[in-house]
C-alpha cells in the first residue's frame, strides 16, 4: 500500500459526518472526539487534494466530490463489517455475530420476540439487525441474512419461502365506533386513509380498484412503523398484515373485495451457508415465522 493512501478510518470518519451532518453528530456516531473527526476529514481533504464538505445553516454539506465518494466508502464500510464478523468467532460457531435486514414493520412488529429466544437458546451470538425496505445486498455482504417480502432471484443466494402474509384494509373499533364502518369500496374512500408520502413509496403499490395519489391520503408517512401506529390510534383506515391486525384486536374491512398477499422469504448468500451461527439463526428464524404465517 501506498504510504500517502488514507486509511480505513480517514474514511469511516467521512461517511460518518455524512450520515449525521455535522463534525458531532459523527462523534457521537462512531464513538471519536469531535477534533479528531475534524482531523480525519481535514486528513482526507489533503489527501485526495478536493474539499469535501461546505458549511451551510443546515450543517456540512457533502460537496460533488463527496458525493461520488460515498457509495464507495459505504462499500468499504460493508466489507469492514463483514471481516469484523467473520473474525469474531467463526471457528466456535456459537460465539460471535449475525448481521440480519428486514423490513422495518418485520423487525419491529414481528421479529423481536424470536431474536429474545434465539438469545436465550444461544447467548453467545450477537445479532445486528438493520431495518430497510431497500432491498441489501448479500453478494457485497451487508447483510449475513435477509427477511425478503419479494421474491429473491440470484443464483447466488440460498432463499426459503415461509409463507405468504395477507394485507387488507384495517381499522380501530375505536374509530369505527365514531365514524361508520365502510361497506364497499366507494365508502372506504370517502374516509381518512393512511398511507405514503412520496411518489417513490406511491409507486411501489399494487394496483388497486381506485387511483392512489398523494392526496388520497390523509396521513402520509413513508415509515410502516408510523402508519401502523397511526391505524392503532385511530386515525382513520389503512393497510396491514392480517396476522396483525388480528393480534392488536383492529377490524379488517370489506372481507376478501379489497387487499393482496405478499410472499415472504428468508435469504442467505451460498458463501456462507456452512457458517453455524448464521445457520442456528437461519433456521430458528425460519420455524418462528412459518408459524407466524401459518
Not at 479528531?36 to 461546505?54: K, M, N, Q, S, Y
Not at 463483514?82 to 467463526?90: I, K, M, P, T, V
Not at 440480519?100 to 414481528?110: D, H, N, R, S
Not at 391486525?245 to 372481507?255: A, N
Request: proline share 6%.
Amino acid at each position: 500500500m501506498d504510504a500517502t493512501e488514507p486509511s480505513w478510518e480517514l474514511y469511516r470518519s467521512f461517511l460518518a459526518v455524512v450520515r449525521e451532518g455535522s463534525l458531532s453528530g459523527a462523534a457521537r456516531a462512531i464513538q471519536l472526539t469531535q477534533p479528531t473527526i475534524g482531523r480525519h476529514v481535514d486528513a482526507l481533504e489533503e489527501a485526495l487534494g478536493a474539499p469535501l464538505f461546505t458549511r451551510s445553516q443546515s450543517g456540512l454539506r457533502p460537496t460533488p466530490v463527496a458525493a461520488a465518494l460515498v457509495p464507495h466508502v459505504e462499500a468499504m464500510a460493508s466489507a469492514a463489517g463483514a471481516l469484523r464478523r467473520a473474525a469474531s468467532g467463526e471457528a466456535l460457531g456459537e460465539r460471535g455475530a449475525v448481521r440480519l435486514t428486514a423490513p422495518e414493520i418485520m423487525g419491529v412488529e414481528v421479529l423481536p420476540p424470536a431474536l429474545a429466544s434465539f438469545r436465550e437458546a444461544h447467548p453467545g451470538i450477537d445479532v445486528e439487525l438493520a431495518l430497510s425496505n431497500r432491498t441489501a445486498d448479500l453478494g457485497r455482504r451487508e447483510a449475513d441474512i435477509a427477511l425478503r417480502m419479494v421474491k429473491p432471484t440470484q443464483a447466488s443466494l440460498v432463499a426459503r419461502k415461509l409463507g405468504t402474509t395477507r394485507i387488507r384494509p384495517h381499522a380501530h373499533p375505536r374509530y369505527l365506533q365514531a365514524h361508520g364502518t365502510p361497506r364497499s369500496v366507494d365508502a372506504l374512500t370517502s374516509h381518512p386513509i393512511i398511507g405514503f408520502d412520496s411518489a417513490a413509496s406511491i409507486r411501489m403499490l399494487p394496483k388497486m380498484p381506485f387511483e392512489i395519489t398523494r392526496e388520497l391520503f390523509a396521513f402520509r408517512c413513508d415509515s410502516d412503523v408510523a402508519q401502523y401506529a397511526a391505524l392503532k390510534a385511530g386515525f382513520g383506515i389503512g393497510f396491514c398484515q392480517v396476522n396483525l391486525g388480528k393480534r392488536d384486536g383492529l377490524t379488517p374491512l370489506l372481507g376478501n373485495e379489497l387487499g393482496f398477499d405478499l410472499g415472504v422469504w428468508l435469504v442467505m448468500h451460498k458463501d456462507i451457508k456452512a457458517s453455524r451461527r448464521v445457520h442456528h439463526l437461519f433456521e430458528h428464524l425460519a420455524a418462528h415465522l412459518e408459524a407466524y404465517l401459518a
